[in-house]
Each structure stands twice: as C-alpha cells, then as structure tokens.
C-alpha cells in the first residue's frame, strides 16, 4: 500500500517547508531543533489552513516565526488551564452545596434517580451518570481519593468529598439534569442573582459554556488543535451582551451582534467570556486578564514588542478572537462596578 502520509525524516521535513511551503530557513540547525522539540505537525498544521485562507503567503515567514507562535500558543493553553481548573473547582463547590443541602450527605439519598430527572439536554440520569459515579463509591482497590479513605473510615461520602473523584464532564451531566429547584439554587449562585440574563438563558449558557471550558481545557491538555478548533454549541453573545459590558460589540441599532463576536463565540472567545462571568470578584476578574495579558507579552523588552504584537494579531486570526481583545477586556474591567 502507498501511504499517503508516509515517515519522513528532519531531513525530509525540512525540504518540504522550505519547497512546498516557502518557510524561510537560513538557520538550518535551528529549523531540526524546531521539528524535534516541537514537531512538523504542531509547528505548521496549526496555522497553515488559517493562513492561506487569509491569503498570507508562507514564504514571508520565518522558521523562527513559526516557533515563536507556536509557543505563544502554548502559553495561552497553559493560562486557559490554569483558569479552566479554577472554574472546574468553583462550579464542583456549588454543585456539591446544592446537593447536600437539598438532598442530605448519604449517597443513596442523593444519587436516589427521584431526585433527577430521567433525561434532559441529552443526559439520561441512569446511563450518563449514575453509571459513571458508583463506580468511584464501589472502587475496592483505593484508586479513588479521597472517596475511597471515606468509604472505609467514615459512614458515609458526602458530595463535596464525592465530587472532588469524579470528572468536570459528569459534574456537567449531573447538572443537566437537575430539577428545576436545585438548577435554580446552582444559577444563583453562580450568577448573584444577575437579572441581566433571564433564567433559561442563565440555564443554556451555563449548560454550554461549562463544556466549551471543558472542550477547550482537554485540547490543551492532551496537546490537540487548539487554535484552529471551533465549537458546535456555542454561546450566543446577545445573551451576554448586559452581563459582560464592553465584552459583546452589537450592530448600530443593537439588533444582533457584530458578524466578528459571533465568529468569536464559536472559539476560544467562548471560554475567555465565561470564565469572566464566573469569576466573582473584580481582584479575581483583573487577575485574569493581567495573567491573560502575560501569557501573551511575558513582559517582552521594547525591542521584542514589533515582534510579539505581531505574532498576537495572527494568532487573534487563527483563534478568532477580536483583535481588540484587551482593549475589550481593560473596558470591561472599568465597566463591572456598574453592573453590581
């Protein structure tokens, strides 16, 4: 059979980027280190479909171009996981203090499916949860912790304990199908009763927003395509448009969103968009956005900024986020004592 992505070697590669692309290599040795460290697929597969459909030609970029936006993106996904894991631990917290305190501390009181509902937003309680969460309560082999240290030291798991063992994706599922009066309990919480958004709203954003972290969150972990990746449910930014002022850009006579913000919803905007609505505090906000505005100009010298800005227009182009981003996200941050 003749394979039609067969091994090639640094050698190989190298003469493909520079023939079949046009990448400019005039540090031959740095160009191997680049494949070796980084790889072909990763250095150029990323960003080369992005680029030739904005018409950019290949040959007025560097090798070291290249490896330079490949590691901006790498330190975008390591602030993007940092903040995925803190909303991961939040919503856990407000899942586990509305189980309990609807629902008691035994599991067989509040894994009972009447406490659920059979099936909704295309979870069934019996198949998509409680099959995957009693297998971590049952876990004879000690694989689970802390669940399983309560399992023989204590006479009972609580939520809080149970959900510190099971994973962000059924934490979302068990939301899903809450009853009405516990998913009401969780949107409070979790948006201080904002009337800015009316609650099925509250419920769908939450619902789709969560997944895009958790989406989003696994590319990057599991070193997937992530700038290029485009989601199937997104958020629909006229929803967020009074929660997060300054965030959402919409038409002259403020009938729908700009074209560019509805591009933006169905990436990695997405994610940055609700992890801002869930962090609760203006410290915590202006926090993300100096570790956001880190994770792309590192405190770069003056020398570096020509460079830097413009490896962070392209990636803007390559994710779909505003390029405005930061004057968004500083307007923003000026905004949010308005709206408490």
């Known amino acids: 059979m003749k394979y039609d992505k067969p091994f090639k070697t640094y050698d190989e590669q190298i003469d493909i980027l520079q023939n079949k692309y046009g990448v400019v290599i005039d540090d031959y040795e740095f ?12 250095l150029i597969g990323s960003f080369k479909n992005t680029f030739k459909k904005d018409s950019i030609n290949l040959s007025e970029i560097t090798i070291e171009y290249l490896y330079e936006l490949h590691l901006l993106d790498k330190s975008v996904q390591a602030f ?8 991961e631990n939040l919503f856990k917290n407000v899942m586990a203090y509305t189980i309990a305190s609807s629902f008691g501390v035994d599991a067989n ?3 009972d499916p009447n406490n659920y509902q059979v099936y909704s937003a295309g979870t069934a309680f019996k198949e998509n949860v409680l099959s995957e969460v009693l297998p971590i309560l049952m876990d004879e082999k000690g694989g689970y912790q802390p669940t399983n240290y309560y399992v023989e030291m204590h006479n009972h798991v609580p939520p809080w304990i149970l959900f510190k063992n099971i994973s962000f994706g059924d934490s979302i599922n068990l939301y899903n199908v809450l009853k009405k009066e516990q998913k009401e309990m969780v949107i409070d919480l979790l948006f201080n009763n904002d009337n800015a958004i009316k609650y099925d709203q509250k419920v769908e954003i939450l619902r789709n927003g ?4 958790r989406i989003y969150r696994n590319l990057a972990a599991h ?7 485009r989601l199937k449910k997104s958020i629909q930014p006229k929803q967020l448009y009074q929660a997060l002022p300054g965030l959402i850009y919409l038409t002259a006579d403020l009938s729908q969103p700009l074209h560019i913000d509805k591009k933006a919803c169905k990436g990695l905007y997405s994610v940055v968009l609700i992890i801002l609505l869930l962090l609760k505090t203006k410290i915590l906000k202006s926090r993300f956005v100096a570790d956001f505005m880190n994770a792309v100009f590192h405190n770069c010298p003056s020398e570096s900024l020509a460079l830097r800005m413009d490896l962070y227009t392209d990636y803007c182009r390559l994710t779909a986020m505003p390029k405005n981003l930061f004057e968004r996200l500083h307007k923003y941050l000026k905004l949010y004592d308005d709206i408490l």
């Open 31 to 42: 160009a191997k280190h680049a494949l070796i460290s980084v790889s072909y697929n990763d």
């Open 80 to 87: 993007i996981l940092k903040y995925s894991l803190f909303i």
């Open 109 to 111: 009181k509040y894994l």
């Open 210 to 213: 969560l997944n895009n972290i």
């Open 223 to 229: 070193n997937l395509s992530f700038t290029e990746f």
